[in-house]
Every structure is written in C-alpha cells, then in structure tokens.
Nanobody, 127 residues
Framework: HVQLVESGGGSVQAGGSLRLSCAASGYTYKMWWMGWFRQAPGKEREGLAAIAADGTTAYAGGVRPRFTISKDNAKNTLFLQMTSLKPEDSAMYYC?????????????????????RGQGTQVTVSS
C-alpha cells in the first residue's frame, strides 16, 4: 500500500499562489504515476496533472501555464505549484498514485481513478 498526505492548502486572494505538497510513504517505488485532482462541492472530480516515474508529465487542458507539477524523488514528495489563482480554483485538492504503466493518459478523467489517493487539502480563493 501507499499512503499519501497532502499539505499546503489554504485561503488566498485571487491572483495569489499556493504550492501543494504530497508526502508519499509505503510502497512508493511501485507507483508509476502520481498526480493531482480536485473536487469542488457539487462538481465532478477533475484531474489536473500527473507525472510518471520517468518524468513524463500530463496536464489536463487549461491547466498550464498556471499549474505545474513536480516531484522530489529523494523525499518521495509530489508538488503542485499553482499561480494566478481564481475563485473557480476553490476546491479540495487530492494527491493520487497508480502503479500501472499507462501511456497517453487522458488526465482530466484518468487521474481521479488512480488506485491511491490522500485525504485532500482545501484551497479557497477569494475574489
């Protein structure tokens, strides 16, 4: 199993930035993809970005250039740098991971289906 713990969420004004972190533990070496998705109240889960063990990244449409995914392999930590935040970015943000070597993933729909996910961190953007 893999444990994922998100941090870095909070309240910010529109135009501000946040960096989310996800500390991974357990069988992290088995995970091929790690990613982020979000869910706002009353809305579907929305995959944002994922990064593979070989460094390949996949972003949902409209995410770049405001959001950037990265990871620190030595610290088993995943990041999501978010800039120019908008009120519509307000949501619970989740870290996720999957061991399958999937290629050409459709980020928006696939990332929320990854096998493992954390408890989430809340992001609130005020206008």
């Amino acid at each position: 199993h893999v444990q994922l713990v998100e941090s870095g969420g909070g309240s910010v004004q529109a135009g501000g930035s946040l960096r989310l972190s996800c500390a991974a533990s357990g069988y992290t070496y088995k995970m091929w993809w790690m990613g982020w998705f979000r869910q706002a109240p009353g809305k579907e889960r929305e995959g944002l970005a994922a990064i593979a063990a070989d460094g390949t990244t996949a972003y949902a449409g409209g995410v770049r250039p405001r959001f950037t995914i990265s990871k620190d392999n030595a610290k088993n930590t995943l990041f999501l740098q978010m800039t120019s935040l908008k009120p519509e970015d307000s949501a619970m943000y989740y870290c996720s991971a999957d061991p399958l070597h999937m290629t050409n993933i459709h980020p928006a729909s696939v990332i929320p289906l990854f096998d493992y996910r954390g408890q989430g961190t809340q992001v609130t953007v005020s206008s």
